[in-house]
């Protein structure tokens, strides 16, 4: 990826150009020391003056007034703010007139910005205060007060809090009067510019120290870069979060949103002192120190999956290369290209009007439809559909270029999602709420409905990065989530009235990606690389989760690496400094889960003698137990040692029911409530009872054997026993109460357990005989 850039020969305004601002993606206002305001046309590459200021305004600052207010989208800003060296901030409309003058600071105004709703504006001068305006311009209150200038200012993601520059140091200030204050020392010079993005919520900084640094909104640093040659005095966000660009004397850089650099331009513009990002992300404009506007188009971007490399070689021109033929084939668009996702077999593509679908059997044919909304931010894809998102809301579209859904939720927010939010299945949407970190709303693909009951999932802390699984079946989906305290979580999706159960997997995970064609997880945490095979072990069999686990030393990603892809058996991982590393991982984990979703048990054994591997056995040991195949999982667990659970999975097989064995099954994968739920539903009360005997819930087993007016005798001669094993005296008031007057005889007591057996026998005998007769029948 790289910016190719574009200068006049002759700069349009006599002075230094200190601000600039997008009012459409081919359209930009840009403001000079000479007091003119000009306009620019990217179509037909026309400039014109818009107005010309009073010879006492020196502008230093734009912000355009946002485009979407009120749910309302407008296809373009309609005014802008600009503040200027006398103290004051101007309200100015898009055809030049003065709206509003408002005396706001003593010394410049050196930065004001609405905030996302636009409901309100901040200000922040040479005087050391930060102002906060309504909409009109009416002062609302005087956020902070300080000895040294204010050279810069920006909104958090939610409006509200607000980021500010003190010299050396960097503050965060909420708008609630005694919420805590953030502040720590950030630079080693003059701290310039500062930037928030609203989508990944990380903090820019850049300083008279020569430094840029990417910080998250906790104040910790992610990236700091090296010293430049000269100050650095701009640095912008893109609008989607994944790229930012940074601005010095004769130099524009364009870097990733990890801090590493994708592009060094040296043009001759003396220092930019603005930069400023088109609404589609597709290009930036720098106000230069020399009179120059300079525009600069990302170029080269690249998409890679399986043997298929996609590269941006022009605005509306993609060259596809298939590097096993070495075949190359040219994709003409009629508009710029904004958005790009290759994955599952398929190229989408949105430029500024339309959507192409491009299979990778056939480039020649794509499925192309209109786009509502022009701008796109973020496409997902899975394996039957993909997902659009832009300003109006979320679509979810077929491969045929068919709308299937467009899920809505109380409060969405679509200009603040991306990968790490949204996460799409073949039959589910999950998407982090962003006004209550701690939810996660869960969607049928099919129909945009909520799934299940229609709650939504909700966890203890705040949620970071969100992923489903990609097979298996529907009822067995599951979601992984990463919450602050980077503690990795699995729960399942599909929850009927139950409280969801939410299983901890992992600490210190700071990225994972499940595999695209089996549900294996792999992440980072901490030190180690670390891939879940069967993650969904931790529902069958807890004590064997770390037995399915692969792990091997991290130290070679370097500090915070990103895994990009999982596809097949090969892992893409990312470094800090935007190398790529590939990572092979086994072949035989993925066949295993082919084979089990296949039923096919006797291949699945096959495979693990032939591999001889314990990671391999103890996930075909949980596979075999979550499907309730015991023979399996008993060659599976005499295979890994484990000879208790081979033990109690014989004297499952020897249980008479059906109901019974299922019931102990459940107990086996620590399911307590459901196994003594689903004998009380058949009838097995006195089973009911002694599962709970046999757990020590002595409680629950005497309210069980009074409730149905058995057994009751059995509890207590149980209870008695184990007193006397362990030499202690009854304590408990409701024991102390039945077993007055009770002699306990275990002859009796045995003939009755041997009666509830022969009952349970004959019950069994019954229930297959009808079976058999229609087998005989047929």
Sequence with gaps: MRLKTSLLKEPKHKELVSCVGWTTADELYSCSDDHQIMKWNLLTSETTQVVKLPDDIYPIDLHWFP?????????????????SSDGKFHLISKSGRLEKSVEAHCGAVLAGRWNYEGTALVTVGEDGQVKI???????????????????????????????????????????????????????????????????????????????????????????????????????????????????????????????????????????????????????????????????????EQRWEWKNFEVTLIKRRTMEVRNVVNDAVDLLEFRDRVIKASLNYGHLVVSTSLQCYVFSTKNWNTPII??????????????????LLTDGGGLYLYSYEGRLISSPKFPGMRTDVLNAQTVSLSNDTLAIKDKA?????YIFEALSGKPLGDGRPLTHTTEIVEIALDQKGLTSERKVVFIDKNRDLHITSVKRFGK????????????????????????????????????????????????????????????????????????????????????????????ILHEYVSSSKWEDAVRLCRFVKDQTMWACLAAMAVANKD?????????????????????????????????????????????????????????????????????????????????????????????????????????????????????????????????????????????????????
Aim: aromatic share 10%.
């Design 67 to 83: 485009r979407s207010v009120g749910g309302k989208k407008q296809s373009y800003a309609e005014s802008f703010v600009l503040t």
């Design 133 to 299: 305006w309504s909409k009109s311009g009416m002062l609302r209150s005087t956020l902070a007060q300080q000895g040294t200038p204010v050279y810069s200012v920006a909104w958090g993601p939610d409006s509200e809090k607000v980021l500010y520059t003190s010299g050396k140091q960097l503050t965060i200030k909420p708008l609630q009067p005694n919420a805590k204050v953030l502040q720590w020392k950030a630079h080693d010079g003059l701290i310039l510019k500062i930037d928030w993005n609203s989508v990944n919520d990380l903090i820019l900084s850049a300083g008279e120290d020569c430094k840029y640094k990417v910080w998250d909104s906790y104040g910790r640093i992610l990236y700091s870069s090296q010293p430049h040659e000269y100050p650095i005095t701009s640095v912008a966000w893109a609008m989607d979060g994944e790229l930012f660009a940074i601005g010095s004397f004769h130099t524009l850089r364009l870097c990733d949103k990890t801090g590493w650099s994708y592009a060094l331009e040296k043009p001759n513009t003396g220092s930019i002192f603005n930069i400023a990002w088109s609404i589609d992300g597709t290009q930036l404009a720098g106000a230069c120190g020399n009179g120059h506007v300079i525009f600069a188009h990302v170029v």
């Design 369 to 386: 439809f209109d786009l509502k909304e022009g701008t796109v931010s973020l496409i997902l894809q899975a394996e039957r559909h993909f």
């Design 436 to 440: 209550d970190g701690k939810v996660i």
């Design 499 to 590: 409280e969801q159960k939410i299983v901890k997997i992992g600490t210190m995970v700071h990225t994972l990606a499940w595999n695209d064609t089996s549900n294996i997880l792999c992440g980072i945490q901490d030190t180690r690389f670390t891939v879940w095979y069967y993650p969904n072990t931790v529902y069958v069999d807890k004590d064997l989760l770390p037995k399915t686990l692969y792990e091997k030393d991290a130290s070679e990603f370097s500090k915070n690496p990103q895994i990009v892809h999982f596809v097949g058996n090969q892992i893409t991982i990312r470094r800090a400094d935007g190398s790529l590393i590939h990572l092979n991982i086994s072949p035989y984990p993925a």
């Design 630 to 778: 015991m023979a399996t999982a008993e060659i599976a667990y005499a295979s890994i040692g484990e000879i208790d659970k081979v033990q109690f999975i014989n004297f499952i097989k020897d249980l008479p029911s059906k109901e019974s064995r299922m019931a102990h099954i459940l107990l086996f994968s620590g399911n307590t409530q459901e196994a003594e739920t689903l004998l009380l539903q058949t009838g097995l009360i006195y089973q009911a009872i002694q599962v709970n005997i046999n757990l020590y819930n002595w409680d629950r087993a005497l309210e069980l054997a009074v409730k149905h007016k058995t057994h009751v005798d059995t509890v207590l001669a149980y209870r008695q026993k184990f007193l006397e094993d362990f030499g202690k005296k009854e304590t408990n008031k409701r024991f102390l109460q039945y077993a007055e007057g009770l002699e306990v005889d275990w002859n009796k007591i045995k003939a009755k357990i041997e009666m509830e057996i022969a009952k349970e026998r004959e019950r069994a005998a019954t229930a297959a005989s009808p079976a058999l007769c229609k087998m005989g029948q047929t």
